[in-house]
């Protein structure tokens, strides 16, 4: 890990999926460099982990800071709130959910156009050093369904990258991927830690984390039940 600067800071979190409790009490927290598992069965609550710290899901009681900026309960954050999490957090879901239509570098380059208000060449070519640093540099021209599993996920995490956020998000990265290919993903997120940048990832995969997680969360039942090195 390059820092011991705390990135992502967890306390007492508590999400409701309609009346009932789906993640319960639940406090850790990730430092700069980080790679960080969750782990546990399906329904342990670990995606809607994930959500809440993406803004995505409403948390319930307890606070979420990352790199300074809280939320808290209340819903889902809105207006300036909303746009400093964007610039901290970076998603890549476990179906990718690239634009169809849009080629590989438009997709990646879209967002820094869109919400930081960089011009179209200076996101475009930002957009390609992400593609080639993630080996799909080939691949720019391509639209999704063109792409393998493998080539998808890299444009989504590059597409993630493009903010620059000091945090990144990943669920169930290695759901479509032959086991080269988690092999690559895996050597991946361990240069992208040993540059800075904190990285929280739900996942199934034993040996996957065992391979690149720094420190492993395991969940039951919406509860922390364990805190421990992966291997």
């Known amino acids: 890990m390059a820092t011991s600067v705390s990135v992502l800071d967890v306390t007492d979190l508590q999400v409701h999926r309609g009346p009932r409790l789906v993640v319960r009490d639940v406090s850790f927290a990730a430092e700069r460099g980080e790679l960080l598992a969750l782990m546990g069965a399906s329904g342990s609550g670990k995606t809607t982990v994930l959500r809440a710290l993406a803004g995505l899901d409403p948390i319930s009681g307890g606070a979420i800071t990352i790199d300074g900026v809280t939320m808290r309960a209340g819903g889902r954050p809105r207006g300036a709130l909303l746009r400093e999490l964007h610039r901290r957090v970076g998603m890549v879901f476990q179906f990718h959910h690239l634009f169809a239509h ?32 993630l080996g799909v540099a080939h691949r720019a021209d391509a639209r999704p369904h063109e792409l393998s599993g493998g080539e998808a996920q890299r444009v ?4 993630a990258l493009a903010m ?45 984390i065992k391979a690149c997680a720094h420190r492993t969360l395991v969940m039951n039942d919406g509860r922390l039940v364990n805190d421990a090195l992966p291997r």
């Open 102 to 133: 849009m080629t590989a570098l438009d997709n990646v380059a879209l967002a820094p156009v869109h919400v930081q208000g960089q011009s179209h060449a200076h996101a475009q070519s930002r957009a390609r050093a992400l593609l080639a640093s």
């Open 156 to 159: 989504a995490i590059a597409r």
């Open 164 to 208: 620059e956020p000091p945090l990144l998000l990943m669920d169930e990265p290695t759901a479509s991927l032959d086991p080269a290919r988690r092999d690559d993903l895996a050597a991946t997120l361990t240069t992208l830690a040993s540059e800075g940048r904190t990285i929280v990832v739900a996942s199934h995969d034993g040996d996957f």
